[in-house]
């Protein structure tokens, strides 16, 4: 039981260490700052009246849209969020164009609207500011401006625009997942989209620290000769797990931290947590699907001698995991679907894959057992693969052991 010896020690070492301490509290204030704060800083409500100026050529538009905008659109203190200015008491658009544009230079008005003659027939609008990346605003008066044009061009044919306003309503849909047992349980898009990917982004953190961590370690010991002292106390067998095992758990114990701290804040302010179905599932593939890429790690990381090297070798095995994420709004569409089935039965792409599909829709019982056993298989090959290149690399010296040399190792 030598490499339960080992696993302790690479556990307590890291766990110690002053990054691992600062990590536990610097990535979860990392990903709050930009997951969070973008959306906070985006939903935010403004918070002085902003003036707009508006030249209706066509004389249709001014004051239904002033009106909606008065109506809709409210400070937190209740002032008018926007008000609109009419430049219709300059003449000439050319002169209404200059004088418009030293108010938005001077701060008097954020931009102005030039609202042509055959607005109805067209519907083309032009909008003129220093700014012409405020999202909100164009939103809103783009949304209030079809709504007052499409009340004029139903008036212009005769129909009356309070009735087909009331046909066009808007509906609201409240959608419900149905379980295998014919359950129901209120479910949105977000719910299932977050429910799927964080589990996807668990295991690539898992991979991409604990895999870095691995290389890391067997390099620095090869450097300094101790693997030397290692072995001279234990087996490579023994040792390749020992590492596997006490950074596994590193790992582990850093994304409970973390699941710990969210649930707490979810608590504490009464927020939504996602809580998936098919936990223990999700979690055999979880495991399963680390422990594949930690024998990759340990086969194509015992090699290398240097940092750039373990480097490059993290970030090319990584790449693997980055795939499903780019096909994950498909998957959620269609999980099902010939390509998405076929892609869950790569090896390498399994556990991605299943993690993705379970919370959307369950796949078949034999989907399920199949991709299993098929991961059992390929975490023995793997693991054995990266025994006897551990075995051997780990005390190559000076020199990189080249492709056909690794496949004669294999094969022997």
């Known amino acids: 039981?030598?490499?339960?010896?080992?696993?302790?020690?690479?556990?307590?070492?890291?766990?110690?260490?002053?990054?691992?301490?600062?990590?536990?509290?610097?990535?979860?204030?990392?990903?709050?700052?930009?997951?969070?704060?973008?959306?906070?800083?985006?939903?935010?409500?403004?918070?002085?009246?902003?003036?707009?100026?508006?030249?209706?050529?066509?004389?249709?538009?001014?004051?239904?849209?002033?009106?909606?905008?008065?109506?809709?659109?409210?400070?937190?203190?209740?002032?008018?969020?926007y008000t609109v200015r009419d430049l219709a008491e300059f003449d000439g658009r050319e002169q209404v164009q200059g004088v418009a544009n030293a108010?938005?230079?001077?701060?008097?008005?954020?931009?102005?609207?030039?609202?042509?003659?055959?607005?109805?027939?067209?519907?083309?609008?032009?909008?003129?500011?220093?700014?012409?990346?405020?999202?909100?605003?164009?939103?809103?008066?783009?949304?209030?401006?079809?709504?007052?044009?499409?009340e004029r061009r139903l008036l212009a044919r005769g129909f009356n625009p309070d009735l087909i306003r009331q046909v066009n309503a808007s509906v609201e849909i409240r959608s419900f997942k149905v379980s295998e047992g014919g359950a129901e349980r209120e479910s949105g898009f977000l719910e299932t989209f977050f429910g799927a990917y964080i589990f996807i982004m668990m295991l690539m953190f898992m991979v991409l620290t604990s895999g870095q961590l691995l290389i890391r370690s067997v390099v620095e010991e090869k450097s300094n000769r101790v693997i030397e002292v290692l072995l001279s106390s234990c087996s490579p067998r023994d040792l390749m797990m020992g590492k596997i095992l006490g950074l596994s758990g590193l790992g582990l114990f850093q994304i409970t931290i973390w699941a710990l701290i969210a649930a707490a804040i979810a608590l504490r302010f009464d927020a939504g947590f996602?809580?998936?179905?098919?936990?223990?599932?999700?979690?055999?593939?979880?495991?399963?699907?680390?422990?594949?890429?930690?024998?990759?790690?340990v086969a194509a990381g015992s090699p290398v001698t240097t940092e750039q090297e373990a480097q490059q070798i993290t970030s090319y095995v990584s790449l693997l995991l980055v795939f499903p994420t780019v096909l994950a709004i498909p998957a959620m569409q269609n999980p099902d679907s010939a390509l998405i089935q076929i892609l869950s039965f790569i090896p390498l792409l399994t556990p991605a894959f299943m993690l993705l599909r379970i919370p959307i829709q369950m796949p078949e019982a034999w989907e399920i057992w199949s991709t299993i056993g098929l991961l059992l298989v390929s975490i023995v090959i793997s693991m054995w693969m990266a025994g006897k290149i551990f075995r051997t690399a780990i005390l190559a010296y000076g020199k990189r052991l080249t492709i056909p040399e690794l496949v004669r190792l294999l094969s022997t």
């Open 1 to 81: 039981m030598k490499f339960l010896t080992i696993a302790k020690w690479e556990f307590l070492e890291k766990v110690r260490s002053k990054a691992f301490i600062v990590s536990l509290v610097l990535f979860p204030v990392i990903m709050v700052t930009f997951g969070v704060l973008p959306g906070i800083l985006a939903t935010k409500s403004d918070d002085r009246t902003i003036s707009v100026g508006v030249l209706d050529e066509s004389n249709t538009v001014m004051k239904p849209l002033g009106r909606k905008l008065d109506e809709r659109y409210r400070l937190p203190d209740g002032e008018p969020n």
């Open 103 to 150: 108010m938005v230079s001077a701060g008097e008005i954020e931009g102005y609207f030039i609202v042509p003659p055959s607005i109805l027939d067209s519907g083309v609008v032009e909008y003129r500011s220093e700014n012409v990346g405020n999202i909100r605003l164009l939103e809103r008066f783009t949304r209030t401006l079809e709504e007052v044009i499409t």
């Open 274 to 297: 996602i809580v998936t179905e098919n936990l223990p599932l999700l979690l055999v593939y979880f495991l399963l699907g680390y422990l594949l890429y930690a024998g990759i790690f």
